[in-house]
Nanobody, 115 residues
Framework: QVQLVESGGGLVQPGGSLRLSCAASGIIFSLSTMGWYRQVPGKQRELVATITSAGRTNYVDSVKGRFAIARVNAKSTVYLQMNSLKPEDTAVYYC?????????WGQGTQVTVSS
């Protein structure tokens, strides 16, 4: 059974930081491209960052220089370090794993940036 379990969301003030974690099971993590996406009500889910099995990263322009994605294959976990958070970063953040077992999503974790 595939599970992607996100954690680390919450309420933070503008300029603050959060680190999201996604623990994966049931997938071949080391061969999967892992990613973080986000969605706000009424809008399409958008890509935030991805990291390939080889460690290559990609970011949406709006988070470059502020967010960093990383993976630890030994723990089957992918992280998203979010710094200098802005109110427009408020969204539900979803973990995605794409690889030999298919395309899988976590349940999402809410991130709210507000004073």
């Amino acid at each position: 059974q595939v599970q992607l379990v996100e954690s680390g969301g919450g309420l933070v003030q503008p300029g603050g930081s959060l680190r999201l974690s996604c623990a994966a099971s049931g997938i071949i993590f080391s061969l999967s491209t892992m990613g973080w996406y986000r969605q706000v009500p009424g809008k399409q889910r958008e890509l935030v960052a991805t990291i390939t099995s080889a460690g290559r990263t990609n970011y949406v322009d709006s988070v470059k220089g502020r967010f960093a994605i990383a993976r630890v294959n030994a723990k089957s976990t992918v992280y998203l370090q979010m710094n200098s958070l802005k109110p427009e970063d408020t969204a539900v953040y979803y973990c995605n794993g794409r690889g030999p077992t298919g395309d899988h999503w976590g349940q999402g974790t809410q991130v709210t940036v507000s004073s």
